[in-house]
């Protein structure tokens, strides 16, 4: 890891997900992905890979409704593993389970594609070396193309005993229903810059990552914001470097029109497509 996931940057820390039953869930998340559990309620599981720190929240809603088509929301979260050894391992072990896989080169990282049962996406990844990552005009070049899956499966012959615990929470990717209103917020309000651009997609970081958060209107244009209690995205974590810095995003945000809300140990707004953020500051 080289730092991009920490101060002075902001980024994406732990994220909270709504599944239609936790424990079919939570099979999942532990015995196919790997997490290991940090607490647990009837309704809500929290898990780690470190043994401490929060990285995924799987909630059940009451009267859970299922994931739908065409509205706003997660579209991935991405773990993103501390070696190609680690996603050597880790794809061994998917593949001895049968479970359907995507994947893809993106020339800044290696990617596994995944759908949790309720439809809700995540991505397993591991970063190239930065110094190999190529840079024009303020633009990081990234593609997709063919992932080379016998060469990382050849990295490593370990053992699988779930994530490593230096697994953190890589980037946050996200549908929304009007690019240009979501690029100011995340732009102008919150501090991040472009560094990418798909077709309908924006790809944003800070401190020249390749991309802390994408935005992307693939559900269409005027993707309309889920239910509360559907599957899929219930809220995500951006951590700030510094007090300051983050009541100044905060003074921004609600000179765009954005609502901010003081909760226990953080703030709360939400982007114009309903994507619900926690502002955290950890000293």
């Given at each position: 890891m080289e730092g991009f996931h920490q101060s002075p940057n902001i980024y994406a820390s732990e994220v909270n997900i709504k599944v239609k039953d936790l424990d079919y869930a939570l099979t999942f998340y532990q015995n196919i992905i790997g997490f290991k559990v940090l607490e647990k309620t009837n309704r809500k599981a929290v898990l780690t890979t470190d043994g401490k720190t929060p990285l995924v929240t799987l909630e059940?809603?009451?009267?859970?409704?299922?994931?739908?088509?065409?509205?706003?929301?997660?579209?991935?979260?991405?773990?993103?593993?501390?070696?190609?050894?680690?996603?050597?391992?880790?794809?061994?072990?998917?593949?001895?389970?049968?479970?359907?896989?995507?994947?893809?080169?993106?020339?800044?990282?290696?990617a596994l594609?995944?759908?949790?049962?309720?439809?809700?996406?995540?991505?397993?990844?591991?970063?190239?070396?930065?110094?190999?990552?190529?840079?024009?005009?303020?633009?990081?070049?990234?593609?997709?193309?063919?992932?080379?899956g016998n060469s990382i499966l050849a990295e490593s012959n370990a053992e699988w005993t779930g994530l490593p615990s230096g697994t953190i929470?890589?980037?946050?990717?996200?549908?929304?229903?009007?690019?240009?209103?979501?690029?100011?917020?995340?732009?102008?309000?919150?501090?991040?810059?472009?560094v990418s651009h798909y077709p309908q997609a924006v790809f944003l970081s800070t401190g020249g990552y390749h991309h802390h958060i994408a935005i992307?209107?693939?559900?269409?244009?005027?993707?309309?914001?889920?239910?509360?209690?559907s599957v899929g995205l219930n809220w995500y974590t951006l951590v700030f470097p510094s007090e300051a810095a983050r009541e100044s995003a905060m003074e921004r945000l609600k000179q765009l029109g954005a609502r901010v809300e003081k909760k226990a140990d953080y703030y709360v707004t939400s982007d114009p497509s309903g994507n619900q953020i926690r502002l955290k500051y950890v000293e």
């Open positions: 059940q809603p009451e009267n859970v409704l299922p994931k739908e088509e065409r509205m706003s929301g997660l579209y991935h979260f991405a773990i993103l593993l501390p070696s190609r050894a680690d996603l050597s391992v880790f794809l061994r072990h998917f593949l001895g389970t049968g479970y359907p896989l995507g994947a893809a080169d993106h020339y800044v990282s290696e594609y995944i759908t949790d049962p309720d439809g809700n996406g995540i991505e397993v990844y591991r970063d190239r070396p930065s110094n190999e990552w190529k840079w024009e005009n303020g633009l990081v070049d990234m593609a997709t193309v063919e992932l080379d929470m890589g980037h946050i990717h996200l549908h929304v229903g009007d690019l240009q209103k979501a690029e100011e917020f995340y732009t102008k309000g919150l501090g991040f810059t472009i992307n209107t693939w559900q269409g244009v005027g993707a309309q914001t889920p239910p509360k209690n």
